[in-house]
């Protein structure tokens, strides 16, 4: 056969032959998703005014329309910054986002006068308000993608962002109650009309310095002591790090007054150091540390009072809200009565009664929406949760780094967490929190903070999703090994 009769070879064929599978963008596919999330986001609106007003306005559409520009931006954004990142994060996030407007505009509308509401213009009232804290979130998620070219940066400011983090944390604590404390807990930072939820963005920040610190100190972290009923205990002296956090919990719980930012905080590290070393020790030990410690708190409350009176409260209340249901237990009881009242299929969207229940705009959105959308309703918005989880935790087994792998599962967990805290403390599974339902609840604190932190997922499954080449060009990926080798590592095959 003569050389002009051999076929040439197809660069995926190439590929396959030397081992390299290539990675589609999907950015098509995430594209279509968009699109069909803001239908559905546009269907619940009209719904919401067909059930509230007896009819649609011929505005109605205008808040998705919106919404769907603001996100398309940021989808041309990912289209060329991050090309190969995970398509499903952006349509999931969008939903979530659209739906909690949808609902704060119905929210506004229920608050409005029979006479008022079909007047009530369509960026008017907390709907209005969440739609501009909306653009600023997705304005800076799509700021952090340019600035943030590859998540292994993040390294170098580990310390800083460290620091940071506890000082965001400790503001509210030694700020009086009256710049920072809201129904009991003090988690904001409050200046005229108005305020700001540190802790939100401390998060991050400390997620940031824990995988960090993690990856240069897990082989210390992974050596085992004894092994009691197959599972291996880390020796007592490699306990400092977890005693450390779990201290520092323990003073946001007391000074700050709620349990689920404790929680968050320490569950996040803790998760971490398991994703880290693997040992189910760790999982177990920080258990037994923050129930312990969540219990002393009460008996000190019962006992002692001070600093610890406050959550002997709420764990009162949590005990039992009826025994009060129109003091103290007013709130609890009103949320759990709503979502009784939504049983299986809700009234439908615009046939509930949000403004009866306390803060339904910001910690009980998820009971005021499962009012209206019924446990098949929440159920659903708990799976696109999951699937938001799920596409982060897989961003982090792909990725090569152990950084971007600590920092991605860190991410993802700590997203999950943040919602059971909030649907637990409403469905009355753990006492109530000051947290917010992520993407859900009104404020811009809480959506900004979440926004970045799906634009590092963004960052980081596009490191992980992007093909390699061979020689170390520009497309190359390096494999794992503390932050400080990364650069100029050997390239490995990735999975797309």
Request: charged share 15%.
């Amino acid at each position: 056969m003569t050389a002009a009769a051999v076929p040439a070879a197809s660069p995926a064929s190439t590929g396959e032959q030397s081992g390299v599978r290539l990675a589609r963008s999907r950015r098509n596919a995430e594209l279509s998703l968009l699109l069909l999330a803001m239908v559905l986001v546009a269907a619940y609106a009209a719904m919401v005014e067909a059930k509230a007003l007896d009819t649609i306005t011929p505005d109605f559409w205008i808040p998705a329309a919106a919404l769907g520009l603001v996100f398309l931006g940021l989808h041309l954004v990912i289209r060329w910054l991050a090309p190969y990142a995970d398509p499903a994060l952006l349509p999931a996030v969008a939903l979530l986002n659209g739906i909690g407007v949808g609902f704060l505009r119905r929210y506004d509308l229920a608050k409005a006068t029979p006479a008022e509401r079909e007047d009530l213009a369509v960026f008017a009232g907390t709907g209005g308000r969440q739609l501009a804290w909306t653009l600023a979130a997705v304005v800076l998620a799509a700021a952090l993608l340019a600035i943030l070219r590859d998540h292994r940066s993040l390294s170098r400011y580990a310390y800083t962002l460290g620091l940071a983090g506890i000082v965001l944390v400790m503001i509210p604590a030694v700020l009086p109650s009256r710049f920072s404390e809201i129904n009991g807990a003090k988690l904001w930072i409050k200046f005229g009309g108005f305020s700001i939820q540190p802790g939100e963005f401390a998060k991050l920040a400390l997620l940031t310095f824990f995988a960090y610190y993690l990856v240069r100190k897990r082989e210390v972290l992974s050596l085992a002591s004894r092994r009691v009923l197959g599972i291996d205990f880390p020796r007592g002296r490699d306990l400092g790090p977890v005693l450390v956090v779990w201290i520092v919990s323990l003073l946001v719980l007391i000074f700050e007054k709620d349990l689920g930012t404790s929680l968050l905080y320490f569950g996040m590290f803790v998760v971490t150091l398991y994703i880290a070393t693997e040992r189910v020790s760790w999982l177990l030990i920080g258990l037994i540390l923050f129930f312990g410690g969540a219990y002393l708190a009460y008996v000190l409350g019962s006992t002692v009072g001070g600093p610890f009176a406050n959550f002997y409260d709420r764990a009162q209340i949590w005990l039992d809200p009826f025994a009060e249901p129109y003091d103290r237990g007013y709130q609890l009881v009103q949320g759990l009565l709503t979502l009784g009242t939504g049983g299986l299929f809700g009234a439908g969207p615009g046939g509930g009664q949000p403004a009866l229940l306390p803060e339904v705009q910001t910690d009980f959105i998820f009971a005021g929406i499962g009012e209206e959308i019924g446990l098949f309703g929440l159920s659903a918005l708990l799976v696109i949760y999951l699937l938001i989880v799920e596409r982060g935790l897989r961003a982090a087994l792909a990725v090569r780094d152990s950084f971007g792998k600590l920092l991605a599962g860190g991410l993802a967990f700590t997203l999950g967490l943040q919602v059971f805290v909030i649907v637990g403390g409403i469905s009355k599974l753990i006492p109530l929190t000051g947290q917010t339902t992520p993407f859900l609840s009104a404020g811009g604190s809480s959506l900004m903070a979440n926004w970045l932190l799906i634009a590092v997922l963004l960052r980081v499954s596009d490191g992980a999703r992007r093909p390699v080449t061979g020689g170390g060009g520009p497309a190359a990926r390096p494999t794992g090994g503390p932050p400080e080798q990364l650069h100029g590592a050997p390239t490995e095959v990735i999975r797309p």
